[in-house]
Structures are given as structure tokens and as C-alpha cells.
């Protein structure tokens, strides 16, 4: 079993849509990240947060330690935010390295105009 | 700053040859990363440096694959022999420190063995 997992693993929504895109894992972590996959493969990391809240943008990141879940959300999103989302936390045996990071597979946005 | 930069953007190589990745980390980085990403697995980590010396190679699947940071400035992903199954595509990562949004990723080596 993947120690993160993501939900949904697709999200189909329309432009303007608020979309949240889940995260939960089973083991503690000190802090958790977000990243963005385009299309084109590339890779950009939006947060890594330990507690509380982030915000960038339309992007908003939120992470509860004591439930193991954090949650990414987009206001009035828009079809450039098509992208897979990706959620990643350092397993509890990684020794305190917040680098050490184990990936959930990714949820797949598409919003179309 | 051109953000990371790694080359090449695809490889393409026959079975049992030696391939090697490189990765320009953005210039005042302490933190190097080597991911691999596939369809099966997803996101890896591989090994990172920090201040040129690697930390934790424990993701480094098995003794085929060796990654150095000779400087500040560059480092090296090698894989011999290489195989099918280490297709795949490959990303550089750096950091400047723990914390903040995280690392600046490279667009990735795209690597096919045949």
C-alpha cells in the first residue's frame, strides 16, 4: 500500500470551477509537498507545508498533521492549470530528511474552457 | 537564473551500454536531487547532495547506477551496463535550503533502452 494517496486520480472540471484535490498518508511526516507535472513533463513545486495554510496565487494549500491529510485547491480555475497534481511526504524512517520523499501517483486535472 | 538545467532531454541507448545524465544545479543550491519517474512506480527519489556530498543514496536501485557531484555546479547520473527496465525519465532537483516551496526541478532526461 502507498503510504500517500491521492484522490481523486482524475478531475475533469469547467473554467471558473473550484477544484480540490485530496491528500492522505498513513505514517506521521513532518511536512508535506505539492508539485505540478505539465503536459510537457516538467515539474514545478507549489508548497511544502508542515501546519496550517499556504497560499500562491489561486493556489491554496492546506495540511492537518493530527488527521494525515492536506488538501490543494484552485479558485476560478482555469484551463492553464490543466496539469497532473502531486503530493508527496518523507516516510517516518527517513531519519528526520525532509527530502526523503514518498509520491502518490498524481491526480489528473483538465479544465476546460 | 536558467533554473536547473540537464542534458540530455532524451536518450536514447542499446542494452549494456553506459549512459550518463548531467544536471547544472541553479547557481547557490546545497541541495541536489536525482528522481525517476515512471508509469508503474511514479516519482522516485534516487540519491541527494547536499553541499556536493551525498546524504542518502538509499533510492539508488542497485549497484548499475552510480551519481557524483565533482562541484557545486554539476552532477552526474551514470548507469552501466544500462536495461530496459531503467527506462524511464530521470530529473535533477536543487534546493537552497529545508524549507520554503520546496526544490526547483530540471524539464527531465527522457531515457529509452532498447
Known amino acids: 500500500k502507498n503510504e500517500v494517496e491521492q484522490s481523486p486520480q482524475n478531475l475533469t472540471a469547467q473554467e471558473g470551477e473550484f477544484i480540490t484535490i485530496n491528500c492522505s498518508y498513513s505514517?506521521?511526516?513532518?511536512?508535506l509537498h505539492w508539485l505540478q507535472q505539465h503536459p510537457g513533463g516538467g515539474i514545478v513545486s507549489l508548497f511544502m507545508?508542515?501546519?496550517g495554510k499556504k497560499k500562491h496565487g489561486r493556489l491554496i494549500a492546506t495540511i492537518n498533521i493530527q488527521e494525515k491529510h492536506s488538501s490543494l485547491h484552485i479558485t476560478a480555475s482555469h484551463p492553464r492549470d490543466s496539469a497532473v497534481y502531486i503530493c508527496a511526504g518523507p516516510p517516518t524512517n527517513s531519519g528526520g530528511s525532509n527530502y526523503k520523499l514518498t509520491f502518490g501517483k498524481g491526480t489528473l486535472l483538465t479544465v476546460n474552457p | 537564473d536558467a533554473g536547473v538545467i540537464q542534458s540530455p532531454r532524451h536518450e536514447v541507448t542499446e542494452m549494456g551500454q553506459e549512459v550518463t545524465l548531467r544536471c547544472k544545479p541553479i547557481s547557490g543550491h546545497d541541495y541536489l536531487f536525482w528522481y525517476r519517474q515512471t508509469m508503474m512506480r511514479g516519482l522516485e527519489l534516487l540519491i541527494y547532495?547536499?553541499?556536493?556530498?551525498?546524504?542518502?543514496d538509499s533510492g539508488m536501485p542497485e549497484d548499475r547506477f552510480s551519481a557524483k557531484m565533482p562541484n557545486a555546479s554539476f552532477s552526474t547520473l551514470k548507469i552501466q551496463p544500462s536495461e530496459p527496465r531503467d527506462s524511464a525519465v530521470y530529473f535533477c532537483?536543487?534546493?537552497?535550503?529545508?524549507?520554503?516551496?520546496?526544490?526547483?526541478f530540471g524539464q527531465g532526461t527522457r531515457l529509452t533502452v532498447v
Open positions: 505514517v506521521g511526516i513532518s511536512a
Open positions: 532537483a536543487s534546493s537552497l535550503v529545508l524549507g520554503g516551496r520546496g526544490a526547483f
Open positions: 547532495f547536499n553541499n556536493n556530498v551525498p546524504i542518502d
Open positions: 507545508l508542515s501546519s
